[in-house]
C-alpha cells in the first residue's frame, strides 16, 4: 500500500489554517469565516481542489455521488495501480479512501469528469459559489499543491 500527506505524515494536515498562506480571507458575514481550514476541500469545495490537482499534475478528475455525499477527487493509474488523489494525499487504499464518507464501498458510482462547467456543484446550503469565491478557492488550493507538492506527485510515489 502507499500513502502521502495526511495518510502518512501528517494526521493533522486537514486542521491547518489558511492563514499560513498569505492569501485574504473571505468571510460570508462577520461571524463566520468560510475559508478556514484545509478540510474544507475535503468537504465543501473538493471540485474546486481537484481542478487544481488536475491542472497541476494532469490528472483525471472523477466523482462520486452516493445519496447525500458528493465528492470529486482525481485517479491516475501506474503499472496497474489505481491511485485515488484528493487534499489528503495519495493512496492506493480503497477502502481507507471512502471511509472518511461512511458510505458502502460497493454501492458507489464514480464518473470520470470530461471537462469542468463553469458552474461548481456543491450539496453545502452554506453558500452559492460566485465567481469570486471559485477564483479564490482555486488559488487556496493551488498554494496547498505547491506548498505540499511531496503529497500530491505521484512521481514521488512511482520512483521508489
Do not use: Q, W
Not at 10 to 24: A, R, T, V
Not at 69 to 98: A, E, M, P, S, W
Amino acid at each position: 500500500m502507499y500513502y502521502t500527506g495526511y495518510y502518512k505524515d501528517d494526521p493533522n494536515f486537514l486542521e491547518k489554517n489558511f492563514d499560513e498562506f498569505g492569501i485574504l480571507e473571505y468571510s460570508i458575514d462577520n461571524d463566520l469565516n468560510f475559508f478556514d481550514k484545509i478540510r474544507l476541500f475535503l468537504h465543501g469545495m473538493c471540485e474546486l481542489f481537484a481542478r487544481a490537482l488536475s491542472e497541476k499534475y494532469d490528472y483525471n478528475v472523477y466523482k462520486f455521488f452516493y445519496e447525500n455525499k458528493l465528492h470529486y477527487y482525481c485517479i491516475y493509474y501506474f503499472k496497474n495501480i489505481k491511485f485515488y488523489i484528493d487534499v489528503r494525499g495519495i493512496t492506493n487504499d480503497r477502502n481507507l479512501f471512502f471511509r472518511e464518507f461512511s458510505i458502502e464501498i460497493d454501492s458507489i458510482e464514480t464518473n470520470k469528469l470530461d471537462n469542468f462547467d463553469d458552474k461548481v456543484e456543491n450539496i453545502s446550503t452554506l453558500v452559492e459559489f460566485d465567481e469570486y469565491v471559485t477564483n479564490l478557492g482555486l488559488e487556496y488550493a493551488r498554494k496547498i499543491i505547491e506548498k505540499y507538492e511531496i503529497y500530491y506527485n505521484i512521481n514521488y510515489i512511482i520512483k521508489k
